[in-house]
Nanobody, 125 residues
């Protein structure tokens, strides 16, 4: 299995920035891609961003495109989510996940194998 631990969440004013980290351990060799998802109170979990582990191809939800950047450091087994120009509607619990399957879409939670516990991001107006 793969263990995932998120960090970097907190409270920030609208327009500010945060950088989230997700450290992976365990069967790292099995990872094809890593993704970030978020869930706000009363809403379903939604896709935010994803990146392939080797090629570094990135994918973003329309709602965060141009504001968020996903990246990874393979040597540190860590994926990052740089969040700029934050809005109150970005408030949610952010969770990272991995997948070993290289087929199918990366922009849905279906196909991801293991999930972290999440980190809270709160954006005040």
């Amino acid at each position: 299995q793969v263990q995932l631990v998120e960090s970097g969440g907190g409270v920030v004013q609208a327009g500010g920035s945060l950088r989230l980290s997700c450290a992976a351990s365990g069967r790292i060799f099995s990872i094809y891609a890593m993704g970030w998802f978020r869930q706000a109170p009363g809403k379903e979990r939604e896709f935010v961003a994803a990146i392939t582990w080797n090629g570094g191809s990135t994918y973003y939800a329309d709602s965060v495109k141009g504001r968020f950047t996903i990246s990874r450091d393979n040597a540190k087994n860590t994926v990052y989510l740089q969040m700029n120009s934050l809005k109150p509607e970005d408030t949610a619990v952010y969770v990272c996940a991995d997948r070993s399957n290289w087929t199918g879409r990366l922009t849905t939670q279906i196909g991801y194998d293991y999930w972290g516990q999440g980190t809270q991001v709160t954006v005040s107006s």
